[in-house]
């Protein structure tokens, strides 16, 4: 009787066999280090876009519900509603000065997608309360002393904005 086997062995030439095994032992630590790579990338990449997402949600927080910006460089429609389609995009000044001043401004500017500084100017303006001239901004634009953190916050949803095209 003769019995067969369900798996067959095939000798493989020793000197084969060994070339075989030094190229895996060459090849698998190169593979297992790109995945590794490849891997710890998408997991920063991962972190980072979570740590913007945060920044930006925590930057939307102090703009529409601390700072209120939108009071002023939002426009309005005609029953005094903001207008939700042009968020942030600049509008003419609403309120008057209690008494007569020359320099009151009569526009409050965009700064919605790409604020009227860099990054630092504008830092600079929330923590300190003086542009890049080196001067205060004038009334009725609030003097604030944000920490740098939530500043760099209101920045990052600033920037995250994209203004309706004019």
Not at 79 to 86: P, S, T
């Amino acid at each position: 009787m003769i019995r067969s086997s369900l798996f067959s062995v095939t000798r493989i030439p020793f000197p084969d066999l060994l070339l075989v095994v030094l190229l895996a032992l060459l090849i698998i630590p190169i593979l297992v280090h790109e995945g590794w790579t490849q891997a710890a990338q998408q997991t920063n990449d991962h972190l980072k876009n979570n740590a913007n997402i945060a920044l930006v949600n925590r930057g939307r927080y102090i703009v529409e519900n601390v700072a209120v910006c939108s009071q002023c460089h939002t426009p309005r429609n005609s029953a005094g509603d903001l207008e939700r389609g042009q968020w942030l995009e600049g509008a003419p000044l609403w309120l008057l000065p209690a008494q007569p001043m020359g320099d009151w401004p009569l526009q409050a500017p965009r700064i919605a997608g790409s604020p009227g500084g860099s990054d630092a100017d504008m830092i600079r303006l929330l923590t300190t309360g003086v542009w890049r001239d080196g001067q205060r901004l004038r009334p009725p634009m609030p003097q604030f002393r944000m920490s740098r953190e939530d500043a760099e916050s209101v920045v990052a949803y600033l920037r995250s904005l994209t203004p309706s095209p004019r």
